[in-house]
């Protein structure tokens, strides 16, 4: 088998899902992975929580959780997800071969690139005047190495999305539990050896180490897989530079289309952003540090299973959904019909179940949990009622995130 193995079985299997799927077992196959990716960096995340949780203020905390997610969040959310989920619809059904692949998608991915440096340059100087500062002040500084980390995840970016139009997820559950950990371990380092606590900067360098991985694991994967093919005894490709960068007319009828549906997707991606974050922009605009720091520990400790779970099944499910749909002027028939609506009811009822566990038994337990995992500073506070509160909300997200998929 080639070094893209994994691509070719992932075309095969987009291949045999020319008619709608109605194998329930095909969105479990693109859901495990996924899930997997996301247990392994909620719980080094979680590990690292409990580790500085305990070390830092609640207003460093709130810095951490709410600003600097804001920062990172509203950058890439507003790049790249709408092109993701363009990319995704793609019709690759029919005769389909590795270099069509990249020719049919890379130029669009690459867009991402100028967007999310435009977007963190602008971003960061918006932030840098509300604020009043400088790049010697020490959120300043950390302001801008977040940009720069924003960057250097974007720059990996094309090649995620052409993993992920592979199906080639088990590689991205190795390259981001790589660079979750190694965010990890940085943070734990810095604020253990109190290096770069003023101003946040120990969490800016963290997630500079994270793009930095996500951009060497991606690059070096694709680079070391092409050249392999192109140098081999069959060549099965031209080169790794007409691959990864093919070479065609961007305003192309199918370019054209793609570029269409990406700008739409990129649309709704920012009312999601409001709607997913807003909580987070109140607190920002309206609150102080201290409510944005419990607000914060809550919210990492709440979405736990949020994120590990739901968020891999949402995006698992709407690959299911959006690859079935992709392809046009194809009449979809009453037992095709029929299979989508049975793996919609599966899904349902999972993530049904899920919710209610946290609906049942949340509220009751909150204080006991943060009094075992945080101490007696944040359980005496007004996060155990907060946390009581977000597993009721967890239900909402459940059912909703899945219910996006058909939209």
Known sequence: S???????????????????????????HAFLPLMMSQVVSRALSFTLNL??????????????????HLLTTTVLFLSREGFRRACLRTDL??????????????????????????????????????????????????????????VLEMLSEPLYILAQNMLLLGLRVKIEALATLARCAVTYILVTLTVGKGGGLVFAYAQLAYGLCLLIGY????????????????????????????VRKFWHPANKSMLHLSMMFTFQSAQKLVLQEGEKFVLLFFDTTYNQGVYGLVDNLGSLVVRSVFQPFEESAFTVFAKSGSAKNVVM???QISGLQHILLLALKLVNYIGLIFVTFGPTYSYTLLRILYGQKWSDGEASTALGCYCLYVMALALNGDLCCLI
Request: aromatic share 12%.
């Open 333 to 335: 028939t009453p037992e």
């Open 93 to 150: 059904r029919s005769n389909v071969t590795k270099a069509d692949i990249a020719t049919r998608i890379m130029p669009i991915a690459w867009l991402t690139v100028p967007v999310g440096i435009f977007l963190s340059f602008a971003t960061c100087v918006l932030v840098l005047w509300w604020r009043g500062l400088g790049i010697s002040d020490d959120f300043g500084r950390a302001i801008l190495i977040l940009g720069a980390a924003c």
């Open 219 to 246: 690059w070096t994967y694709f680079i070391t897989s092409l050249y392999i093919l192109e140098h081999g005894p069959n060549q099965q490709i031209r080169s790794v530079s007409n691959y990864l960068f093919p």
């Open 2 to 28: 080639s070094p893209l193995g994994p691509p070719e079985g992932a075309l095969a299997q987009t291949q045999a899902m020319a008619p709608p799927p109605r194998d329930p077992s095909l969105l479990f």
């Open 51 to 68: 580790l500085i949780a305990r070390r830092l203020s609640e207003e460093d905390y709130g810095i951490f959780a709410v600003q600097f």
